[in-house]
């Protein structure tokens, strides 16, 4: 849990200091997932809107339609994650 609080307090600064930056906003709403999934989606989708190629947010927007039993959506974005992943 403490490296997770870490990640958040680095990509928050991060991301005040840099607004525009997908990176960061990615693994914010990536440490974000498990204790605030709303915040971390708002977040993710932000990083795809500023990079569309930013795999690993589309992969994070995947586990959380999963979880949310949007299967569908979940699918679709899995299949984004690996179409914009580098290889």
Sequence with gaps: ARAFATAETLWT??????????????????????REPERARGLLERALAKDPGRHTAAYHLGLLAERAGRLDEALARYRDATRARPS
């Design 13 to 34: 600064r991060v991301l005040r200091g840099e607004p525009e930056n997908a990176v960061a906003a990615a693994n914010l709403g990536a440490a974000l997932l498990e």
